[in-house]
């Protein structure tokens, strides 16, 4: 299993990014998939979740209405999409896939929001 995240950089508050998570080695058209973030000398939290088909969504209250999950099975990718950024969203991003007994991790991608 590969997950490689991209997307992250610094950005103004206010601004956008769009996060990516190019994943390999499993059968991504059957996988849910998360996004999470550590912000420093925090713990990991989830963001946003994703259901294989793309049908279903769940993000968490500090991101809903601002960042948005969505998926390209075709080109096993899941993305998430960061508007109205502020700096409190300043962290490491991290890219999921939850598998019964064990969880897979991308490297993580940065994202700086400061002016």
């Known amino acids: 299993v590969q997950l490689v995240e991209s997307g992250g950089g610094l950005v103004q508050p206010g601004g956008s990014l769009r996060l990516s998570c190019a994943a390999s080695?499993?059968?991504?058209?059957?996988?849910?998939m998360c996004w999470y973030r550590q912000a420093p000398g925090k713990g990991r939290e989830w963001v946003a979740g994703?259901?294989?088909?793309?049908?279903?969504?769940n993000h968490a209250d500090s991101v809903k209405g601002r960042f948005i999950i969505s998926r390209d099975n075709a080109k096993n990718t899941v993305f998430l999409q960061m508007n109205s950024l502020k700096p409190e969203d300043t962290a490491v991003y991290y890219c999921?896939?939850?598998?019964?007994?064990?969880?897979?991790w991308g490297q993580g991608t940065q994202v700086t929001v400061s002016s």
């Open positions: 080695g499993f059968t991504f058209s059957r996988a849910y």
């Open positions: 999921n896939f939850p598998r019964s007994g064990t969880s897979y």
């Open positions: 994703i259901t294989s088909t793309g049908d279903d969504t």
